[in-house]
T-cell receptor, first 113, second 109 residues
Framework: NAGVTQTPKFQVLKTGQSMTLQCAQD?????MSWYRQDPGMGLRLIHY???????DQGEVPNGYNVSRSTTEDFPLRLLSAAPSQTSVYFC????????????FGPGTRLTVT | KNEVEQSPQNLTAQEGEFITINCSYS?????LHWLQQHPGGGIVSLFM?????KKHGRLIATINIQEKHSSLHITASHPRDSAVYIC???????????WGAGTKLIIKP
């Protein structure tokens, strides 16, 4: 199993550009989520999904969109990048069947200039 | 005020020392997670516990639900234990976790 994969690992964007961060898992987990991690702060939840076709907002959803058309994939879209979105982004998955143990992707380091 | 608080924020110790990292929470939780984030950035789950104590190698995690407190202990610490340790609580059957800010641990040889 590959676990949780994320692409790209690094990305530099100019203000106003849009892009999609990809996340995929091969563990058939129902629950997937996107976090951002900023220096000195804990993980903050952006959006999450409890299954295909179901998404909801987390703590810091503004400026981001998600969709979940399949169990495996959960892309995060930045609509119009801003310097405040410079951060490290993590995708995670979990499952009630595995007691919600969290499996994280390797992260995407995004810089917006 | 954060609902999940960790202490200390930073900890530097010598190789071989016994390490304790604390996690206190102000909300009712059904389970608590401990995770480790390596300097390279990867985050891995160490423990999930809802009561008592769990042990894995040199790592021990304890939780007291009534006192709303959990501890992560590392015995015979080693420089490779240097990482950020994060605790997160799960409320009831809620999918979402409430995250602590992390404790940065440095073990010097």
């Amino acid at each position: 199993n590959a676990g949780v994969t994320q692409t790209p690992k690094f990305q530099v964007l100019k203000t106003g550009q849009s892009m999609t961060l990809q996340c995929a898992q091969d563990m058939n987990h129902e629950y997937m989520s996107w976090y951002r991690q900023d220096p000195g702060m804990g993980l903050r939840l952006i959006h999450y999904s409890v299954g295909a076709g179901i998404t909801d907002q987390g703590e810091v959803p503004n400026g981001y969109n998600v969709s979940r058309s399949t169990t495996e994939d959960f892309p995060l879209r930045l609509l119009s990048a801003a310097p405040s979105q410079t951060s490290v982004y993590f995708c995670a998955s979990s499952s009630p069947g595995h007691l919600y143990e969290q499996y994280f992707g390797p992260g995407t380091r995004l810089t917006v200039t | 005020k954060n609902e999940v608080e960790q202490s200390p924020q930073n900890l530097t110790a010598q190789e071989g020392e016994f390490i304790t990292i604390n996690c206190s929470y102000s909300v009712g939780i059904s389970a608590l997670h401990w995770l480790q984030q390596h300097p390279g950035g990867g985050i891995v789950s160490l423990f999930m516990l809802s009561s008592g104590k769990k042990k894995h190698g040199r790592l021990i995690a304890t939780i007291n639900i009534q006192e709303k407190h959990s501890s992560l202990h590392i015995t015979a610490s080693h420089p490779r234990d240097s990482a950020v340790y994060i605790c997160a609580g799960r409320e009831g059957s809620n999918y979402q976790l409430i995250w602590g800010a992390g404790t940065k641990l440095i073990i010097k040889p």
